[in-house]
Structure formats: structure tokens, C-alpha cells
């Protein structure tokens, strides 16, 4: 299958700072990408999806502000936590499809724990 | 609206055994249907999916799901588990009728093979 690669997959920063997560898709373009959170014990949650050269549509209730998301190219993505605090702490995933129709699987990367001290 | 349910939280199977993690959705229209499983702090891998044709569906690591369009459901088995498989299992669907590519999850289940 297509690999998308997350970088990176840890990452530690002092409340107040910001931090950008890369979503890569390696070896297909990426029309459409999607960013999720995912809670200890609990499911995915989509935070915003992200088509290349447009601006992204954010789910209710995530403020656009706070999660700034960049789609500059077909094969990469960015989710930048902007003046963090510790309830961000979380594990983030992105996906990424290739624009096939709506029976194509998506692909994930391999995650991010953002932790914020 | 779609929504996707995983009534299980936990499953454990003896290595060996049979295994079935179990999924029922609710859309519109015609679904398409996922499997997907993650490791503990990865990403989610691509298991297998349901578009149209044979209900029942095979894909990797010798998983299959049966699609049941009457009981609205596609739950995922393996007639021998293995201690490997011990894992978070997540059910999605999409509707194509909806005019979006988003998937909805299950809250997923996890999956514990005992040796």
C-alpha cells in the first residue's frame, strides 16, 4: 500500500510555544488529507481536512486559529499547534488518499504524542 | 448521517482460536466499509474494505470481514488467532452518496490473544 510518513512521532514543548507536525505522502499525491486526534481508550477524532491549495475545513468545535493547517503541496501537509498548553497533549494522525474515488482506502502516518509540559 | 458502532470494548480470544470483532453501521445509502488496526502508538494500518460485490472479504494477515446488508453489519474474523494479532481494531464507513471522502470510526476495539 501507499506509505505516508508523520514526523515527528514524539515531540516534548513548554506550554505557550507552538509546534508543527509534517504529513508526507511518499510515493502518491495527496489531493486530500486529514487530520485527527485520538484520546487515550478512544476513537479518531477529525479535526479538519486539508486539500492541496486550498484553504482547510475545520470540524466543529477546533479553532482554526489554534490548529493551523498548511496543504502547499500533493505530498505534504502541516498541523502547527500554535501556543500549546497542556490539554493539546494528544496523539495526532494524519491520512492521506490519492484521489481515487470514494471506495479508496485512506493511508495513515504513523502518529505523533505531542506532549506539552 | 453516518455512524459506525463497535460494541465491544475488549475482546480476548485464545491463540488458535477463532475471532471476531464486531461492527454495525448506520447510513443513508449504499456504504462503503473498512478495517483498519493499530499498534500501540502508531498510525492506523489498512486491514481490509467492503465496496460492492462479494460479500464476503479477505485481506491481510488472513483477516476477512462479512458485509450483511440486513443486520447492517461487517464484522471482521480470523479462523486462528495469533498472539500478534493483540491490537486496537477500528471499523469505518463512508457514504459516497454523501459527497465526502471522510471516514467515520468506530471508538474501536481492542483485541487481546492469549498465548
Known amino acids: 500500500g501507499a506509505v505516508v510518513s508523520q514526523h515527528p512521532s514524539r515531540v516534548i514543548c513548554k506550554s505557550g510555544t507552538s509546534v508543527k507536525i509534517e504529513c508526507r505522502s511518499l510515493?502518491?499525491?495527496?489531493?486530500?488529507m486529514f487530520w485527527y486526534r485520538q484520546f487515550p481508550k478512544k476513537s479518531l477524532m477529525l479535526m479538519a481536512t486539508?486539500?492541496?491549495?486550498?484553504?482547510?475545513?475545520?470540524e466543529q468545535g477546533v479553532e482554526k486559529d489554534k490548529f493551523l493547517i498548511n496543504h502547499a503541496s500533493l505530498t505534504l501537509s502541516t498541523l502547527t499547534v500554535t501556543s500549546a498548553h497542556p490539554e493539546d497533549s494528544s496523539f495526532y494522525i494524519c491520512?492521506?488518499?490519492?484521489?481515487?474515488?470514494?471506495?479508496?482506502?485512506?493511508?495513515f502516518g504513523q502518529g505523533t504524542r505531542l506532549t506539552v509540559v | 448521517a453516518q455512524s459506525v458502532a463497535q460494541p465491544e470494548d475488549q475482546v480476548n480470544v485464545a491463540e488458535g482460536n477463532p475471532l471476531t470483532v464486531k461492527c454495525t453501521y448506520s447510513?443513508?445509502?449504499?456504504?462503503?466499509l473498512f478495517w483498519y488496526v493499530q499498534y500501540p502508538n502508531r498510525g492506523l494500518q489498512f486491514l481490509l474494505k467492503?465496496?460492492?460485490?462479494?460479500?464476503l472479504v479477505k485481506g491481510s494477515y488472513g483477516f476477512e470481514a462479512e458485509f450483511n446488508k440486513s443486520q447492517t453489519s461487517f464484522h471482521l474474523k480470523k479462523p486462528s488467532a495469533l498472539v500478534s494479532d493483540s491490537a486496537l481494531y477500528f471499523c469505518?464507513?463512508?457514504?459516497?452518496?454523501?459527497?465526502?471522502?471522510?471516514?467515520?470510526f468506530g471508538k474501536g476495539t481492542k483485541l487481546s490473544v492469549i498465548p
Open positions: 469505518a464507513v463512508r457514504d459516497p452518496g454523501a459527497g465526502s471522502y471522510q471516514l467515520t
Open positions: 491520512s492521506a488518499r490519492d484521489g481515487g474515488g470514494a471506495g479508496t482506502e485512506a493511508f
Open positions: 447510513v443513508s445509502g449504499n456504504p462503503y
Open positions: 486539508s486539500n492541496e491549495g486550498s484553504k482547510a475545513t475545520y
Open positions: 467492503y465496496i460492492t460485490g462479494d460479500n
Open positions: 510515493d502518491f499525491q495527496a489531493t486530500t
